[in-house]
């Protein structure tokens, strides 16, 4: 795939992208603002994170890394007919056990919640609501996967725009769970559960078409003695720890945070929706988009395209992840009172959120760079690097949870911000780690143009943060929510202007964005 139109694809998945994260943080204000943080929000927030989790994990995450590149080869080098058998076999493989997986965990549902939040087991009515949520949401999981699938089928045959535009209609449901049918149920949480469920089954249908214009909706039929299945199942067992790290540390933490105090796990997530942004933007769309060409040059034997790949792909990475870093760094007190303080979240869940966004924010650029180093070893179907390099970043992350913890313990601050600092820490563990065997095979590494790059990057953004400083003491604080939500654009606004204008004086060009 040429540069150019790699870079069109990277415009159409982060545009539709951005149109989820807007609906997506739409959803985050009203969830936040009807039912607070902590309670009965607690207990969805982890029965939800639990079949999304594995969501990330094996459909989005391993499945896609391991299924991609040898449906690529498949294309490159057999018929159609050949294809449409390869579908066939991994959409009834993935059915059987996706549907078996189901089942298990809505019979054993308090214990999965008892695993996932030990810490909700000394309050009875908040374990039984996280259970029975839990049994609503799950079968999202079933839905979302094979949507996964057929997304990564259609992503390989260029097409990206549904894909990308499918995660719209979760916020949809969500937001029309919380304020339509909410008032509706005794425990008006419930809601939401079968909001979930629904959803999945939507992202699933509106797949369909464009599959069935490609050839490729065909029916499932199980075979795991299929040369293509076993392939996919050989690299993809490996690669859950590889590509979804990042999703296990964030797992780890919702683990400890059942066990601090209530509202912990809500001012997380909150964090994380909005470190998630830029990441979701930029980081998830390339990630997207490059997987099907690397795999193409892989294919090809065509390593100065595949190394090419990689390098423009950094270069958008990076432009966008170190003053995102910054920007939320500096802006996590304005952002969190602009966006959420509102009915029942309040301005204490405002300033713990706020700690939580300014330990997450460093990891921002960390989280971004996996999107694109694990894809350059899962293109060359290589599933021990990553996933050594995945458990390593776990082990990290425990360790540095257990420092930070002490530290915000002995300091006497909120220990969730602990929690937060140490995936930052996991996720540059797991990114350098990555780069480094990348440049030790001579995959990839940084080039010399790359040192006037970091220049520009570096001043650039070092301009920006002057900036936003200038501006963060006429934020309104105490003002109504239109004017703080205002403010707040227009400080994006501004520094995001002086970022780019810096940019420019400093000699970089918007050319360089689309040429390897």
């Not at 040429?2 to 415009?11: D, G, I, V, Y």
């Not at 207990?43 to 040898?70: D, M, T």
């Not at 050949?82 to 066939?88: D, E, T």
């Not at 959803?199 to 795991?224: E, H, R, T």
Request: charged share 15%; net charge positive.
């Amino acid at each position: 795939m040429a540069k150019s139109r790699l870079f069109r694809s990277t415009m159409v998945v982060s545009s539709m992208t951005m149109l989820s994260r807007i609906l997506g943080l739409v959803r985050d204000i009203v969830l936040l603002g009807v039912f607070g943080a902590g309670g009965l929000m607690d207990a969805f927030l982890v029965a939800f994170k639990i079949p999304n989790f594995l969501r990330r994990l094996f459909a989005e995450g391993a499945f896609s890394q391991a299924f991609v590149p040898v449906l690529s080869e498949y294309k490159e080098k057999y018929s159609l007919q050949q294809v449409q058998i390869l579908v066939s076999r991994t959409s009834g493989a993935l059915l059987l056990v996706l549907s078996m997986l189901t089942v298990v965990v809505i019979l054993i549902a308090p214990w999965v919640v008892t695993l996932f939040a030990p810490g909700f087991a000394n309050q009875p009515d908040k374990f039984a609501i996280t259970a029975e949520l839990l049994r609503l949401t799950f079968p999202y999981l079933l839905f979302i996967s094979m949507t996964a699938f057929a997304s990564g089928i259609l992503q390989s045959y260029g097409r990206f725009a549904a894909p990308a535009f499918a995660p719209v209609l979760l916020n949809l449901s969500m937001i029309g769970g919380a304020l339509v049918f909410a008032p509706m149920f005794d425990v008006p949480i419930m809601a939401l559960g079968y909001s979930v469920a629904i959803a999945g089954l939507l992202q699933l249908l509106i797949q369909l078409p464009q599959l069935s214009q490609q050839k490729l909706l065909v029916a499932p039929k199980i075979d795991f003695q299929h040369e293509g299945v076993r392939r996919i199942l050989k690299l993809m067992l490996p690669a859950i720890f590889g590509v979804s790290v990042t999703q296990i540390n964030l797992l780890l933490n919702t683990i400890f945070a059942s066990l601090m105090i209530g509202g912990s796990v809500s001012w997380l997530y909150a964090a994380e929706r909005m470190s998630e942004l830029p990441l979701g933007l930029i980081g998830v769309a390339i990630g997207t988009v490059i997987l099907p060409s690397l795999s193409k040059s892989e294919a090809r034997k065509d390593d100065v395209s595949f190394k090419k790949t990689i390098d423009w792909a950094a270069r958008l990475i990076i432009l966008v992840g170190v003053p995102a870093s910054a920007a939320l760094f500096i802006l996590s007190d304005v952002l969190m009172q602009a966006l959420f303080l509102r009915g029942e979240f309040t301005l204490r869940d405002a300033q713990m959120s706020s700690l939580a966004l300014k330990s997450m924010a460093g990891g921002i650029l960390g989280f971004m760079l996996i999107k694109i180093f694990a894809p350059a070893f899962f293109a060359r179907q290589d599933t021990r690097t990553p996933v050594r390099i995945g458990i390593v970043s776990v082990f990290a992350n425990m360790v540095f949870s257990v420092i930070f913890i002490g530290i915000f313990y002995f300091f006497d601050m909120p220990l969730h911000g602990g929690l937060a600092l140490a995936t930052t820490g996991a996720a540059f563990v797991n990114a350098g780690l990555l780069y480094y065997f990348l440049h030790k095979r001579d995959i990839f590494r940084f080039g010399s143009h790359w040192k006037k790059l970091f220049g520009q990057f570096g001043i650039s953004t070092a301009s920006m943060i002057a900036v936003l400083y200038v501006m963060l003491p006429y934020f309104p604080t105490n003002d109504f929510q239109w004017k703080r939500i205002v403010a707040l654009l227009i400080m994006c606004v501004v520094g995001a202007v002086v970022y780019g204008v810096v940019l420019l004086a400093t000699g970089f060009r918007p050319r360089q964005l689309k040429h390897g």
